[in-house]
């Protein structure tokens, strides 16, 4: 019987035990589950963590591409390799030939030059090499006279042109004028571009009166292409391929009664 009592005592009190237990239970659910706003959204743009709290995941744009790996550098030299003078524009005497020379790099850079500095060529449609030939008669440099060396970067390029002028009484502030106009005009960036349009009216508009003669242009254009040499030859006025020989590309330039044979190379 006392065995019996104790059983029963103890069995009520652990029956209370498991009913205090069942209250802590319920209370602690019910804590859980009221109030908080930890939400985890169903799209994939916001996450609201604690609080109202926005994280924005990082746009596709933000990411960079890896660089296309650049071609190497190049150097190049324009020169003027033969000046031949089948015509000449003075009625007496030697013409008195000398080239300007503008243009841009696609880095901006410009390019303004005479040549022979300061000087002339003087030449004559007969007498042989002595007379009618720059080359024969002034002496060869090396590869012919520089218009233009420089170096270009993978994708740069460098417009040339090059006015045949013979010598009167024009001043060098107005050769720098046309030199600058041409400068202004040339593009480096568009193909069809090329061609500086209005030569001769623009050497009679800023030289004047008692000018220069004007005997003919044309332009060269080089780029840097992955590591090779691209060049596009180009007459602007009164100019015309004749073809490429030894030495290079030969161009006519016929204008103000002259006619010459010139000869151009890139190397
Ligand atoms: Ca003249
Ligand atoms: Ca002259």
Do not use: H
């Not at 939400?39 to 609080?51: G, H, K, P």
């Amino acid at each position: 019987m006392i065995f019996y009592k104790f059983n029963k005592t103890k069995f009520k009190f652990m029956r209370k035990n498991i009913y205090l237990m069942q209250i802590v239970f319920i209370c602690l659910l019910s804590c859980n589950s009221g109030g908080d706003d930890t939400t985890v959204a169903t799209d994939s743009t916001n996450l609201t963590v604690n609080s109202g709290t926005t994280e924005t995941p990082p746009a596709d744009s933000a990411i960079t591409p890896p660089e296309a790996e650049k071609g190497p550098d190049i150097s190049a030299r324009l020169a003027l390799r033969t000046l031949w003078c089948n015509e000449k524009t003075e009625i007496s005497g030697e013409d008195e030939i000398y080239l300007l020379i503008a243009g841009k790099k696609s880095d901006g850079t410009e390019i303004s030059n005479r040549l022979p500095t300061g000087l002339t060529w003087s030449l004559a449609k007969s007498g042989g090499p002595s007379r009618q030939g720059m080359e024969s008669k002034y002496g060869p440099l090396p590869n012919g006279y520089d218009l233009w060396s420089g170096s270009l970067k993978d994708g740069e390029s460098v417009v040339v042109n090059i006015l045949f002028m013979e010598e009167d009484r024009s001043k060098a502030a107005g050769r720098a004028a046309l030199l600058a106009d041409l400068i202004a005009k040339t593009k480096t960036d568009d193909p069809r571009a090329l061609v500086v349009a209005g030569i001769s009216s623009a050497v009679s508009r800023i030289l004047g009166q008692d000018m220069d003669d004007f005997i003919g242009a044309y332009a060269v254009k080089i780029t840097n292409n992955n590591g090779q040499k691209d060049v596009q030859y180009e007459p602007l006025e009164r100019a015309t391929m004749v073809g490429p020989n030894l030495n290079g590309k030969q161009i006519n330039v016929a204008g103000s009664g002259a006619a010459y044979l010139t000869t151009i190379a890139v190397y």
